[in-house]
């Protein structure tokens, strides 16, 4: 079964930079559309980003983040990045690395098939 363990997170200064790592072991991420989800304090879990699992890499995000974050995967190291640039105090959050074979919709509203048990991440202004 596959297991994802996500690092990378910490405490950031608002401008500033992270780079959040899902390492997936037990099988692999390949055949997966991959995603990152965050549940700020106090709030409900929502989607952050997506990359299909074709070699093409399509990818999608949400509107807070698009131009400031970058999802990408590295098949052969069986690891999924997000790349957050420009952070912002609303970005302070628990991020969570998914997989899932439900198909794209489904997938972005957290219908995934494994989760890892988060990286927190906080952005002070």
């Known amino acids: 079964q596959l297991q994802l363990v996500e690092s990378g997170g910490g405490l950031a200064q608002a401008g500033g930079s992270l780079t959040l790592a899902c390492v997936g072991s037990g099988g692999s991420i390949s055949p997966y559309t991959m995603g990152w989800f965050r549940q700020p304090p106090g709030k409900k879990r929502e989607f952050v980003a997506i990359?299909?699992?074709?070699?093409?890499?399509?990818?999608e995000y949400t509107d807070s983040v698009k131009g400031r974050f970058t999802i990408s995967k590295d098949s052969p190291k069986n690891t999924l990045y997000l790349q957050m640039d420009s952070l912002e105090p609303e970005d302070t959050a628990v991020y969570y690395c998914a997989a899932g074979g439900q198909g794209w919709g489904a997938s972005k509203r957290g219908g995934m098939d494994y989760w890892g048990k988060g990286t927190l991440v906080t952005v002070s202004s």
């Open positions: 990359i299909s699992w074709s070699g093409a890499g399509a990818s």
